[in-house]
Structure formats: structure tokens, C-alpha cells
């Protein structure tokens, strides 16, 4: 069974900084995307950034304060944000596409979420 878990949340004042990280565990065949979405209350779940072997891209209200970064060997990605602004609460969702070995199609996969707060 594949499992996401993220950590690295909490609260942070304004311009401060914190780290997320996400591992995946379980039997993987391959992961062909990582990603990062958040979700404020009463809001929609929103696309942070994503990566991929040959790529990232990034949500316009993170740019140039958000990096996302990935460690193959452990399978674990991270979420670098600086800067940070009170609109940047919300929580923060681990996203991967992956192929797990007894599956023959690429699925979607959660982690249960970690909590940003942005405030003075």
C-alpha cells in the first residue's frame, strides 16, 4: 500500500521560512510526478508546484519565493518557502502520480496534509 506523509508545517511569522517534506512508502514501480497543493478554508485546493524528472513549475503567487526539490534515493520531496506572506496559510497536500508494482495504470495519491499558518 503506498502511503504519503508530510511534515514540516507550523506557524511562522511574516518573511520567515519553513520546509515541507513528503516521503512516499509502499511498493513503487515509478513516480513519474511529485507535487505540492494547498487548500485554505473556504477555497479550493490550489497547485503549488510540481516536478518532474526534467522539470519544475511553480503556481505565480510562489514564484522566485517557493522551491521544490526531490531526493530520488529516499523518494521524498521537498517544499523550500521563504518569504513567507499571510496568504500563504492554508494546508499544504503532498501530491504524487505513481505506479505502484501491482498496478498497470498510473493513479493518483494523497498525503493527509500539514498545516501552515502565516501570522504576526
Known amino acids: 500500500q503506498v502511503q504519503l506523509v508530510e511534515s514540516g508545517g507550523g506557524l511562522v511569522q511574516p518573511g520567515g521560512s519553513l520546509r515541507l517534506s513528503c516521503v512516499v512508502s509502499g511498493n513503487i514501480f515509478s513516480i513519474i510526478l511529485m507535487g505540492w497543493y494547498r487548500q485554505a478554508p473556504g477555497k479550493e485546493r490550489e497547485l503549488v508546484a510540481v516536478i518532474t524528472s526534467g522539470s519544475t513549475n511553480y503556481a505565480d503567487s510562489v514564484k522566485g519565493r517557493f522551491t521544490i526539490s526531490r531526493d530520488g534515493a529516499e523518494n521524498t520531496v521537498y517544499l523550500q518557502m521563504n518569504s513567507l506572506k499571510p496568504e500563504d496559510t492554508a494546508r499544504y497536500y503532498c501530491?504524487?502520480?505513481?505506479?505502484?508494482?501491482?498496478?498497470?495504470?498510473?493513479?493518483?495519491?494523497w498525503g493527509q496534509g500539514t498545516q501552515v499558518t502565516v501570522s504576526s
Open positions: 501530491h504524487h502520480k505513481l505506479r505502484s508494482s501491482s498496478a498497470t495504470t498510473w493513479n493518483d495519491y
